[in-house]
């Protein structure tokens, strides 16, 4: 299993996650022996098997188009890193150029 | 532009739309707080909704139930089993980082929308409608931005054509007509305004004849009819321009701005669109079961366009007559119901043109659930004027009567004595008062003057209060005039 | 307080409660006192709520006061791992993401343990996100084994066991993805119960990886065990994986014995790399049962070699996508940045520990476009080859016998490399993937006084088996407690 540096990159940068070259590089070979551990699911003979999503062979209960009340926007907001005018305020989403 | 119509003669567009349909629910997709437009910024939210750690999702029946009215409209395929799967982008109008949709096991496949284009009948084939959930709303303000996540959750479905549509016009017809369907079955409202009903355009050009379709880029953000042609149109030009100065269309997603009547690419192309779709492990897969089908199938309505054709064929309707009265459901409803209660086919073309003159013209508007008279009383004052009881002017202000008062048509005519004056010996002993009280007149028609029949009918109908038989009071007028 | 109340067990302490030996303020106030005295150096809570506990120590006395029954868990004083929601106790997973995080809603669990009469007294150490095997991996601080502090207490549960293990909490409730309730009740000496998957709801368990998670208890006996998740299971309409039963009635099973029981020993978990201890210790747990009117018989389960790998593809693809949310926007922590793309990544790299992020950068590999179908879909068959070995073992036999572990609890910093630590679980985690319940029992002690655990696999919803059986090995080897904390607070 051979993954190149600049995959594991574009992974982190998938997973937004801002990773320093140390951590890259450390990433990169301890995917690499998980990844080659896994590789033995390809001996495996999964033919025609049914892949298993749920661990209980059951349909999907539905619920009644029934409204409860809402958290209070107080309570919604409480934990947020920043909030405004009864938003969620996130830095600005800038617009790539091209 | 000007030329954009030349440009075509050897360029095809090719067009495929995805428009999000709101569906009618009170509740959220998977959750239970409200759906309602118009609430204070964030504050219909729960655990489920905001993303909390620890919420689960649990799915609305009614939000199904809904999709697949929408399915057997379109005669669709439904899948007994479908599932839901989770679509992974970061955005923060996203709260789980997934928005929970369906991929390769959708509700609904194949299928299509009728809709008449220029005269012609035309079935747009629909590649696939699926349930998923709707983002927040992200507010740009300034430096910074603001998440509002009251439509996050907001049960959503999404019809995605085939790429079966080869003009601005043809979209936007399109458009109006699964609007019309959406609202014909009680989908959903389908206001544009308030994003109920959402566009986004997958557009190509291609040298006509040539079987390979081009470069496509993916308009998103058209949030009005209008904006559906004009924001097409703009795409197409703007490919088909790239195109003959021999540069390549790039594929790329394209922000429409309705205020600068442009487009704007919208993503950087180096920032990778990976959506890792996987099945939902926290939503078993949903079956669609007998009974739940069943009710669909017998509470399917007949819909928009058979009944168009019913109208022109049962009815004797001109096409654009059957279209403007169903254009939606309660119209075409209360013409049925109208000719129904006038126990004769013959009055429905009366009625019809009754509809779409008075009637519309006295709602103003408003739909037709909100007009004042009923469906059997407006037969009632229509069989009065086929029976010669009335003039159809006369009807005209029996119906203002009806509206104000709400009294039935032959109640106000009896009491106000409007009944038409078709005795001949009455009406001819009135001709006579008239053509011995004008005798210049007279003279002048008889000298040629033949436009001042016109005038003796009009001063009859001032004479009887517009209740003379029109078509009588012209014969007997004509003859007296003639006989000397 | 008397070492002997902290050890009584949850039904006895709730029997006492009720029959006002003693009251539920007593009870709170003793086991606050001796966490006061012992967690410093154990670890094993995050957050203890002294006024929130005491508040409902008053309420359920007030309620016996007044001739109500409060529950079948009167008064009894319970830890709650932190991976579960708790309304108005902060809830971390033991990430620093989530630091000073309030939820604004009870874990069913929670709330189901509160309306029968339980205690909260607080929140307990875990791996982050549940992500481990041994508690080192905890945002906050280790949690130590009570039996030895230079050993790890096992994980992810390893403050849940620990805590039940030094008296601090009369039960506990964990969370079990891959072994993260057997495990560290085998390190810590206590009885650990992974439900069968979707008895008990989900609803409020921090997701770590949605098709395998369960929440159960851990406890100082198999009783206490069986009345845990009486309380705790049952159908959730929040929970749409909860299964739509009612909550199984297992205390009958504690008296049945084994008589006729048929035990199977699958052969695929006694090879390759097992402590001759354990083996020795688990083979002795089967004779017992023999002892006491069971049948052995030998079992394979021919896909187990398989388990492990299928688990470190469905375990991580799932919680990349679970751990999603945890964005900087709405709640816990933010990175710096000053346009958004950043603060994401500044906000996880910061949260989020070394770990949690490996498992992040599996799962999205696994589920990248071109990779899905070569490992989560191929994991995801695996695994129903895996329920099928069950099923056909369960033809032939009641309940497996097994290894939880494949040695006693290690020592802290031993297990370095992601995979060694990962090889842990490798007996428990079949388990999870086939979705059936595990007990793990404490059959006796390596020669240096380390806890041993046996494993018991039932059929699906079949916990009352496990109860059975549980109970026989509870008779046979009796419970053991850490000598450290057997004095007063
Ligand atoms: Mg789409
Ligand atoms: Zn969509």
């Known amino acids: 299993m051979v993954l190149t540096r600049e995959e594991v990159a574009e992974i982190a940068q998938l997973a937004r996650l801002a990773l320093r070259d140390d951590e890259l590089d450390a990433l990169r070979g301890e995917l690499a022996v998980i990844l080659e551990h896994v590789e033995v699911l390809g001996q495996a003979d999964t033919i025609g098997v049914e892949p298993m999503t749920h661990a209980v062979p059951t349909a999907l209960r539905l619920r009644a188009d029934q409204v409860e009340p809402s958290l209070p926007v107080a309570v919604a907001l409480a934990d947020a890193p920043a909030a405004r005018d009864g938003c969620f305020e996130v830095p600005a989403i800038i617009k790539a150029a091209t | 532009m000007s030329d954009l119509a030349t440009l075509l003669e050897s360029w095809e567009p090719v067009i495929g739309l995805e428009v999000h349909v709101q569906l009618a629910c009170e509740s959220k997709a998977f959750s239970p707080s409200a759906t309602s437009f118009g609430a204070p910024p964030n504050s ?147 206001d544009m305004e308030k994003g109920q009903l959402r566009c986004d355009a997958n557009v190509s050009v291609r040298r006509r004849g040539e079987d390979r379709l081009g470069v496509r880029t993916e308009l998103k953000n058209i949030n009005s009819f209008r904006f559906v042609h004009r924001a097409i149109e703009h795409e197409i030009a703007r490919q088909v321009r790239i195109l003959e100065d021999g540069g390549q269309v790039e594929r790329e997603t394209r922000l429409w701005d309705a205020d600068a009547g442009v487009s704007q690419p919208m993503r950087s192309k180096e920032e990778i669109a990976d959506y890792r779709y996987f099945p939902d492990p926290d939503l078993p897969p949903l079956a669609v079961d007998g009974p739940t089908m069943r009710k669909v199938i017998t509470t399917m309505p007949e819909l928009p366009v058979p009944r168009l054709e019913r109208f022109m064929r049962e009815y004797g309707l001109p096409f654009d007559d059957a279209a403007l009265l169903t254009d939606d459901r309660e119209r075409a409803d209360y013409l049925d119901e109208a000719v129904r209660a006038a126990g004769d086919g013959a009055l429905a073309r009366p009625i019809a043109s009754f509809m779409l003159t008075e009637l519309l013209r006295v709602l103003d508007g408003q739909p037709i659930a909100k007009a004042p008279v009923a469906p059997a009383a407006l037969a009632e004052l229509i069989a009065l004027v086929a029976g010669e009881v009335i003039s159809g002017k006369i009807a005209k202000d029996v119906f203002a009567k009806m509206c104000a008062s709400g009294e039935g048509a032959q109640h106000i005519v009896d009491r106000d004595d409007l009944r038409q004056i078709s005795d001949e010996a009455t009406l001819r002993g009135l001709c006579e008062e008239l053509l011995a009280a004008h005798p210049r007149q007279v003279e002048q028609y008889r000298a040629g003057k033949d436009s001042l029949l016109g005038f003796f009918v009009g001063q009859l109908m001032k004479a009887t209060g517009g209740k003379a038989n029109p078509a009588l009071s012209t014969k007997l007028l004509e003859q007296l005039l003639a006989a000397t | 307080m008397s070492a002997e109340l902290a050890y009584a067990g949850a039904a006895e302490l709730a029997r006492r409660v009720r029959a006002r030996e003693v009251s ?98 607080g929140k307990l150490n875990c791996d982050e996100f549940a992500m481990g095997s041994s508690n080192e991996r905890s945002g906050y601080r280790p949690c130590q084994n009570p039996w030895d502090l230079g050993r790890v207490p096992g994980g992810s549960s390893g403050g849940s066991a620990a805590a039940v293990a030094a008296g601090l909490a009369a039960a506990t409730l964990g969370t079990d993805t891959g072994g993260s309730i057997r495990q560290p009740a085998a390190f810590c000496g206590v009885v650990g119960l ?133 964005d900087g926007v709405r709640f816990g922590h933010r990175g710096g940045g000053r346009e958004l793309a950043e603060m994401y990544a500044t906000t996880r790299a910061e949260g989020f520990g070394p770990e949690v992020k490996r498992r992040i950068m599996i799962g999205t590999y696994a ?8 490992y989560y879909r191929k994991a995801q068959q695996v695994r129903a080859l ?104």
């Open chain 3, 367 to 374: 589920l990248r476009a071109g990779h899905y179908e070569a």
């Open chain 3, 386 to 489: 895996i329920k099928r070995d069950f099923d056909q073992a369960f033809e032939e036999v009641d309940v497996l016998l097994t290894p939880t572990t494949p040695t006693a609890a290690f020592a802290r910093g031993e297990k370095a490399a992601p995979l060694d630590m990962y090889l842990a679980d490798v007996f428990t985690l079949a388990c999870n993937l086939a979705g059936i319940p595990g007990l793990a029992v404490p059959v006796g002690a390596t020669a240096s006084g380390l806890p041993i655990g046996a494993q018991l696999l039932g059929r699906a919803l079949d916990e009352v088996t496990l109860v059975r059986a549980g109970a026989e090995l509870e008779r046979a080897f009796g419970t053991r407690r850490p000598p450290a904390y057997e004095g007063a607070a």
């Open chain 2, 44 to 190: 219909l939210t729960d655990p489920t909704v905001l993303g909390l750690p620890g919420a689960l999702p649990t799915f609305n029946a009614h939000a199904l139930e809904l999709a697949l009215r929408l399915g057997v409209a379109t005669g669709a395929k439904i899948r007994a089993r479908c599932r839901f799967a989770r679509k992974h982008y970061f955005y923060p109008d996203l709260p789980k980082g997934y928005q929970i949709s369906q991929y390769d096991e959708p509700l609904c496949e194949e299928g299509g929308i009728e809709l008449w284009l220029g005269g012609v009948r035309k079935k747009v084939r629909l590649q696939r409608i699926h349930l998923e959930e709707d983002a927040g709303k992200n507010l740009h303000h300034g430096t910074a931005s603001l998440v509002d996540l009251n439509r996050a959750g907001v049960p959503l479905c999404e019809v995605v054509t085939l790429p079966d549509l080869h003009s601005a016009e043809e979209a936007a017809e399109y458009m109006r007509a699964l609007h019309r369907l959406v609202r014909w079955l009680g989908v959903g409202e389908g």
């Open chain 3, 194 to 326: 992974k439900p069968t998957y979707g008895r008990v709801s989900r609803w409020g368990a921090i997701a770590f990886a949605s098709s395998l998670d369960q929440i159960g208890p851990l406890a100082g006996s198999v009783e206490d065990c069986a009345l845990l998740l009486e309380v705790i299971a049952g159908a959730d309409p929040r929970d749409a994986t909860s299964i739509d039963q009612p909550a199984p009635s297992l205390r009958p099973a504690l008296t049945a014995g084994v008589a006729g029981l048929k035990v199977g020993l699958p052969r695929e978990y006694f090879e390759g790399a097992l402590d001759p201890e354990v083996a020795a210790a688990v083979r002795a747990a089967g004779d017992a049962l023999v002892t006491a009117g069971a049948e052995l018989r030998e079992v394979t389960l021919p896909h187990t070699r398989f388990a492990l790998p299928a688990y470190y593809v469905v375990a991580p693809a799932e919680a990349a996508s679970n751990l999603a949310r945890y």
């Open chain 3, 24 to 121: 539920a303020v007593e009870l709170t106030d003793a086991f606050l006192a001796r966490i006061d005295a012992h967690d410093g150096a154990l670890g094993a809570y995050l957050a203890v709520d002294h006024e929130g506990a005491r508040n409902r120590a008053l309420i359920v006395d007030a309620m016996i006061a007044a001739g109500q029954d409060p529950g079948p868990l009167a008064g009894v004083p319970v830890g709650v791992k932190d991976v579960i929601v708790t309304e108005g106790l902060v809830t971390t997973a033991a990430s620093r993401i989530l630091d000073g995080w309030v939820p604004p809603y009870d874990a069913t669990a929670v709330a189901r343990l509160r309306a029968a009469g339980a205690i909260v007294l």
